[in-house]
């Protein structure tokens, strides 16, 4: 069980937001009178699980109890997790190594140079923070104002939140940011304690009232390859298909590249999303 107190404060939110979610309808429990609050209760829960309600309850009250791997996989089967939110949950119980915390990621020339070679498709790749660390001129063109001239490294996460034309840009705004806010929460339970992380979120939470009302419910999503609607500044909303590779030599980089699903490369061979 992790000692510190933000990061038990982090697993009692999560706790409680999965717990919320269900009912007893979804887990083949019967209603049981009326009910004060939304989702199951502690001791359903823990029954459900087969541990103590009273340990339950110590946990997602973030008192600094031990907790073994194989109680929190018991919790993430009760409470459907999926294998992201499975891996989330067990990060802050503190059953995966916590990464060690860094100012900079380095990125090789020759790694920098690929958005370059995919011209004309927009790509680029970011860091485990979602700093932009190569782009190329299609990028530039499709994300504006996302590649700034302030000293501080663009950032994607910060132009959906903080960029009003990013609302204009992502033709379905609300889902996609959705989706994004739960992925940096996954990657920020892996770097806790990372400035890089506290900063960002700080700044998310001050400048996006979105931010603020999301980030309580706790999603987390993993980065994936899938489709996005964008509207391109001279040829308008586009259908694109988007795909996400991580970097051998440093995993939490990923170089994204998008294509126009209308226009298929290779000579008509389609590209399809997952």
Do not use: C
């Amino acid at each position: 069980m992790p000692t510190q107190p933000d990061q038990r404060r982090q697993l009692s939110e999560f706790l409680r937001s999965r717990r919320e979610r269900l009912t007893p309808d979804e887990v083949g429990l019967p209603q049981t009178g009326r009910r004060r609050t939304p989702g199951l209760r502690r001791e359903e829960l823990a029954l459900l699980a087969g541990i103590s309600a009273t340990w339950y309850t110590y946990l997602e009250q973030g008192r600094e109890i031990r907790v073994s791997e194989q109680v929190l996989n018991a919790l993430a089967a009760a409470l459907r997790l999926d294998r992201h939110e499975r891996d989330h949950l067990l990060h802050l119980a503190g059953h995966a190594p916590a990464a060690e915390a860094e100012e900079s990621e380095p990125l090789t020339a020759e790694v920098g140079a690929v958005p370059l070679l995919l011209q004309p498709n927009p790509a680029y790749i970011i860091g485990g923070n979602y700093d932009v660390l190569s782009h190329n001129q299609a990028a530039d063109e499709l994300f504006p104002r996302l590649i700034t001239k302030a000293e501080r490294p663009a950032n994607f996460v910060r132009w959906v939140f903080l960029e009003p034309v990013a609302r204009d840009v992502l033709v379905d705004w609300e889902p996609e940011a959705r989706g994004l806010l739960g992925r940096l929460r996954t990657l920020a339970v892996r770097h806790s304690g990372d400035p890089r992380y506290t900063r960002l979120i700080e700044e998310l939470n001050e400048g996006s009232p979105e931010v603020r009302d999301w980030w309580p419910q706790y999603e987390v999503q993993a980065r994936h390859s899938g489709r996005k609607r964008l509207r391109h500044p001279q040829r308008g909303a586009i259908d694109y298909v988007y795909t996400a590779f991580h970097l051998a030599e440093q995993m939490e980089q990923t170089l994204v590249v998008y294509f126009d699903s209308s226009e298929p490369p290779n000579g008509g061979v389609a590209v399809t999303g997952e």
